[in-house]
């Protein structure tokens, strides 16, 4: 409708740690401004870090993320594997923390398949160092594409999780399966 004002929807995921990290961030607000969403990017907040201790930096980013996810409607989340077999742990905090405000949760990944295959593969490669995965260490088994305190956190918000498959390479920064939840999300509100 003519001057209604959009929902906020946060834009949670690993996106934030790429070389090219604003651009990403800019599609995504872009294609969720098509969809009739305004899109948040946390790294669009302007926090001035420099010369402050490290530890200093972190809690202000992880404060203005926390304000930023009050101030939105819904999340949308790249659930897509990082840095091992499972999504990024910041953006499974933020998925929580959405839910736990009672907002609707979405999540996309562009890995295809379920977390016990992909565990399995993982598993197969070789344990690092310090991780307490081994043999004999049951992995859950339940068909879905996350752990299923993350499937189950987005499905009982109303949401869903789109799964996708993106070419070899652009699995995190590939924007398909994103604007696949856009749609869900606009069912989801239009309900």
Do not use: H, W
């Not at 890995?111 to 992909?118: E, W």
């Not at 260490?137 to 339940?142: A, C, H, K, S």
């Amino acid at each position: 409708m003519p001057g209604e004002i959009p929902k906020r929807v946060y834009l949670a995921g690993p996106e934030v740690f790429l070389p090219d990290a604003m651009a990403i961030g800019r599609a995504k607000a872009d294609f969720a401004r098509a969809a009739g969403f305004e899109g948040l990017f946390p790294l669009d907040q302007q926090l001035g870090l420099e010369g402050l201790p490290r530890l200093e930096q972190a809690r202000r980013i992880a404060l203005a993320n926390e304000a930023l996810m009050r101030s939105a409607d819904l999340l949308i989340a790249n659930l897509t594997p990082f840095r091992g077999v499972s999504m990024d742990c910041g953006t499974a905090f933020e998925v929580g923390f959405m839910r736990a405000l009672g907002r609707p949760v979405l999540g996309y990944t562009n890995v295809a398949g379920d977390y016990r295959r992909r565990a399995e593969a993982f598993r197969a490669r070789g344990i690092a160092a310090g991780d307490g995965d081994k043999p004999g260490v049951e992995i859950e088994d339940f068909g879905m594409a996350e752990n299923l305190m993350i499937a189950v956190a987005i499905l009982e918000s109303g949401g869903s999780i789109v799964e996708g498959k993106a070419p070899a390479g652009d699995e995190i920064a590939s924007l398909e399966a994103f604007q696949g939840a856009l749609e869900e999300a606009r069912r989801l509100l239009s309900d």
